[in-house]
């Protein structure tokens, strides 16, 4: 009974070391592709290395779900390209955000205050809902997909609570900030 369990374990742990080894080989074939292709998408060398580093990691962890492995070379591009594009729209929530809180913090601020405290003072010159989305959509990166999903909202009412809330501070910077143009 004992051996047939060992023998067991053995088998799936050979058959993993198999895969492993089947997975690396495809790597290696596809390594320069992945990284000229992240290179046209990515300018920065370590945004550029963290997607193939997801990229790799999501690939080995769906591995099994790729029936022919002739098609390995497209699969694994798919799903860099997926990588990239996430990465950049997080990157570009991320840039829009700061974007705003600098220049509210150049203008109406000195130089030791926080960035993030102006942004939660932003958001206090917003409605509950306006605030929360804003909240969701840029500090915790979620799409308006996962909000309306978190909120159990429409998508629609989502996408207007963020178009109003983006607004409302976008006419609060152009008076000149929070102390300056209430």
């Keep these: 009974h004992n051996s047939f369990y060992f023998v067991e374990n053995k088998n799936i742990i050979h058959d993993r070391l198999m895969v492993a080894g089947e997975f690396e080989k495809l790597i290696k074939t596809s390594q320069d592709d992945l990284y000229r292709i992240a290179r046209a998408k990515l300018n920065n060398e370590e945004d550029i290395m963290d997607v193939i580093q997801n990229t790799i990691f999501s690939a080995y962890k769906n591995f099994n779900k790729l029936r022919e492995k002739k098609y390995f070379k497209t699969w694994i591009i798919r799903i860099l390209i997926n990588q990239c594009n996430q990465f950049y729209n997080k990157r570009k929530k991320n840039i829009n955000i700061s974007e705003f809180t600098e220049n509210i913090y150049e203008k109406s601020f000195t130089n030791n205050i926080n960035a993030s405290i102006d942004f939660n003072l932003l ?58 143009g209430e």
């Design 123 to 180: 958001l206090n010159n917003l409605n509950e809902n306006e605030r929360i989305v804003i909240s969701l959509y840029y500090s915790k990166n979620y799409s308006c997909d996962d909000i309306a999903n978190i909120l159990n909202m429409n998508i629609n009412t989502v996408r207007s609570h963020l178009k109003r809330g983006k607004d409302k501070i976008k006419k609060i910077y152009e008076k000149g900030g929070i102390y300056n």
